[in-house]
């Protein structure tokens, strides 16, 4: 078992700032996606890998008193302050932690599988955790779109030891569009998905995400033979409006479970 690279713990103000904004940045077509599934009153929801808890929040107020919403995470810090009386908070570890079977309207994930080189078992048990009919919505990336407006060779020198240093950490940063052929591997119905990829001038929310992403992952980088001034410099690009980035792309797939 892996341990998470990205742990809140090992350096929680910049985790922080990178979930705010990763919520900021994402939560608007997630919602789409949960809206479109059909969640309402009176669903049991379970948000798997909350995070920051802006999901978990926005589930609970649209599930409403009659509802439940369970919040799962290796660190739950961040969710402490939801006063909802409908949002349980648990620390769980979706890889060994047992779910309740069949237990829920709605399963929804971001920004986990990617990370977990045990992705296909983990989503066999969220999808055992609905319930017939329910419904599950998946939100993971691509880092393959990831690139500059113009050609760098420092950043496709950082770029190819992110990609390198996260293999070992067991991410697939590109899982985003196998997530459609995962769900349908397991068994749901009615399977849809949609990638979006940006452009956005630096300092903007994606370039922002992907150099504090850089800045927590810097010891990997430093040991797959970036210096310490080509990270500085790619973090110089990203701030830069002169300089845009496109993508990587956010995708999602949902469907119906049996």
């Known amino acids: 078992m892996t341990d998470y690279v990205l742990a809140q713990s090992a350096d929680q103000l910049t985790e922080r700032e990178r979930l705010t904004l990763i919520q900021a940045f994402q939560d608007s077509p997630t919602i789409r996606y949960l809206t479109a599934a059909g969640v309402s009153g009176g669903w049991h929801c379970l948000d798997a890998g909350a995070g920051g808890g802006s999901i978990t929040r926005w589930l609970a107020d649209r599930v409403g008193p009659s509802g439940t919403v369970l919040a799962t995470d290796l660190e739950t810090d961040m969710l402490a302050g939801i006063g909802a009386r409908n949002v349980t908070v648990q620390r769980h570890d979706v890889r060994t932690d047992p ?18 080189p045990e992705r296909d078992d983990v989503l ?13 919505v998946l939100g993971d990336i691509d880092f393959g779109t990831l690139r500059l407006s113009r050609p760098d060779p420092t950043f496709d020198k950082v770029r190819a030891a992110f990609f390198a240093a996260v293999r070992l950490a067991g991410w697939d940063a590109e899982l985003g569009p196998k997530l459609p052929s995962m769900l349908e591997r397991h068994g749901v119905a ?68 049996g």
Do not use: N
């Open 124 to 136: 066999g048990r969220l999808v055992a955790a609905v319930r017939a009919g329910g419904a599950i």
């Open 190 to 257: 009615g399977v849809e998905g949609e990638g979006l990829c940006g452009y956005q001038r630096g300092g903007a929310a994606a370039p922002t995400i992907m150099s504090l992403t850089l800045r927590r992952l810097r010891p990997l980088l430093l040991r797959e033979g970036v210096a310490e001034d080509e990270l500085d410099h790619v973090h110089g690009l990203l701030v830069d409006p002169a300089i845009a980035l496109h993508g990587p792309t956010l995708w999602a797939a949902w469907g119906t479970v």
């Open 99 to 116: 779910l309740p079977d069949k237990g829920f309207d709605l399963v929804h994930t971001r920004l986990l599988l990617t990370h977990l």
